[in-house]
């Protein structure tokens, strides 16, 4: 089992950025795809963007392409998740989870990170 931890998050202006990073131990990183969701309050939790074993293929929510950035670093077994431009509607706590297969199969992600807390003030 892979455990997964998330560090990056605070609080931040509308408009502001911040980066957040999952750091993954346990497991063979480069054999996972890798995604960062989040829960707003009172919401369901969403995909926000993911990112294939190699790095080379990423995905977006369409609310934040081209505003956020996901990144992996399979040497040092990271993943990280670039936010610029916040809006109040992005305050929510934010997971990074891992799964075998690519993020367009309907498949069960496998492991969650505790998550990390993200308020974007207006």
């Known amino acids: 089992q892979v455990q997964l931890v998330e560090s990056g998050g605070g609080l931040v202006q509308t408009g502001g950025s911040l980066r957040l990073s999952c750091a993954a131990s346990?497991?063979?990183?480069?054999?996972?795809?890798m995604a960062w969701f989040r829960r707003a309050p009172g919401k369901e939790r969403e995909l926000v963007a993911a990112?294939?074993?190699?790095?080379?293929?990423?995905h977006y929510k369409d609310s934040v392409r081209g505003r956020f950035a996901i990144s992996r670093e399979n040497t040092k077994s990271t993943v990280d998740l670039e936010m610029n431009d916040l809006k109040p509607e992005g305050t929510a706590v934010y997971y990074c989870a891992d799964k075998s297969s690519p993020w367009y199969i309907s498949e069960e992600y496998e492991d969650w990170g505790q998550g990390t807390q993200v308020t974007v003030s207006s």
């Open positions: 346990g497991g063979i990183f480069s054999g996972y795809n």
């Open positions: 990112v294939s074993r190699s790095g080379l293929s990423t």
